[in-house]
């Protein structure tokens, strides 16, 4: 734990947690595009940290070991907001709730959509690479899969986005 | 139509110009002979533009101790709580600020009030307990994972921070 504090430069848990917090919340954020289930998220990362940090192999490199836990943390948000939907039907009337994405135009809405529904390798490929601009090798160290496998996983979530993309326009009239 | 699909993978990497030079290259003699994977890496790097536009914007990060930051219904952390949700917020602000104040919390500290006990409790403690009290009516003051967190911390000895086991 001593040696994760000294290597990180801060001298208590609160300090590290205070440090990752803003890249723990973007990267949640970039994967649910919602306010309110990125700080679900955040929050559940944050605990994990806590509970895991004295476990951690010195060899570790938090960064890395943080967007793997965040990037499954909120790719595994879809049950939790099916859940809080049901709580939400009330307030679908309202205005949209302060710190929301402000976009609400009809291609940001479609691109969500068509993200959403890649699968867990594709999503989290073309968010990695393009919405936080990762390389290729480090989303494979960062998963430990093979750098092949991400591109292969970019490459079909990119053209699974521009299918379901078509589609949506097709039908839209 | 089949030489089309030997490119399938390798479309979306050339639009993104993630290919290798070997690789950029065959696909740009495949791209002269056929119109159709021409569109295609038009469309996709279109499609790559538009991503990082229009997804790339995040809101900062809300900070749960600003006043303006709670929801217009929410529990508001103000006087005047009653009834279950008052009982239940004093519990879990004594309850988080205790167990995770072992890790930062002065020797001295003044614990007769949750207020005292929020103020010397760590940053990760105010930022579980506040994030909890934002939930709308129907949600319990803690999720799942905060109050498995919890559990193991009822459970732990002298501040260690490697959770105990409860016993099945």
């Given amino acids: 734990m001593e040696a994760l504090l000294r290597r990180e430069e801060v001298d208590c848990l609160d300090s590290l947690l205070e440090k990752y917090r ?13 306010a309110d289930e990125a700080q679900d998220v955040t929050q559940d990362v944050l605990l994990a940290l806590y509970q895991q940090a004295a476990r951690l192999r010195p060899e570790t490199r938090l960064a890395a070991w943080l967007t793997r836990v965040t990037s499954n943390a909120a790719l595994n948000a879809k049950r939790r907001r099916t ?29 969500r959509r068509a993200l959403a529904a890649l699968p867990r390798g594709q999503r989290a490929a073309v968010i ?33 986005l521009r299918r379901e993309m078509a589609e949506n326009r097709s039908e839209t009239p | 139509m089949s030489k089309c699909r030997e490119f399938e993978d390798l479309l979306p990497l ?14 740009e003699e495949h791209l002269g002979d056929c119109s159709d994977c021409r569109e295609e890496v038009i469309v996709l790097r279109e499609l790559s533009v538009s991503l990082r536009r229009e997804l790339s914007h995040v809101p900062p990060l809300p900070d749960p101790w600003l006043a303006d ?21 004093a519990a879990g602000l004594i309850l988080a600020g205790i167990l995770v104040g072992r890790w930062s919390m002065p020797e001295q500290a003044d614990l007769r009030t949750p207020a005292a006990v929020m103020s010397t409790a760590g940053a990760g403690a105010r930022s579980l307990v506040a994030t909890k009290l934002r939930r709308p009516p129907g949600f319990s003051v803690f999720s799942p994972a905060a109050r498995r967190f919890l559990s193991e911390a009822a459970h732990r000895k002298e501040g260690a921070i490697s959770p105990a086991r409860t016993q099945p």
Avoid: C, M
């Fill in chain 1, 128 to 160: 990695l690479r393009l919405l936080e601009e990762k390389t290729f090798r480090e989303i494979a160290e960062t998963f430990g899969v093979t750098e092949g496998t991400v591109k292969v996983q970019f490459a079909r979530g990119l053209s699974r």
């Fill in chain 2, 69 to 89: 930051s709670f929801t217009p219904g929410g529990i508001a952390p103000a006087p005047g709580l009653a009834g279950w949700r008052g009982i239940a917020l």
């Fill in chain 2, 14 to 27: 050339h639009a993104v110009e993630e290919t290798s030079l070997d690789e950029a290259l065959a696909v």
């Fill in chain 1, 22 to 34: 803003g890249h723990i919340w973007r990267l949640a954020f970039r994967f649910v595009q919602d």
């Fill in chain 1, 83 to 111: 859940t809080r939907r049901r709580y939400h039907l009330a307030a679908a009337a309202e205005p949209r709730r302060r710190g929301s994405n402000p976009d609400a135009g009809l291609v940001g809405t479609g691109l």
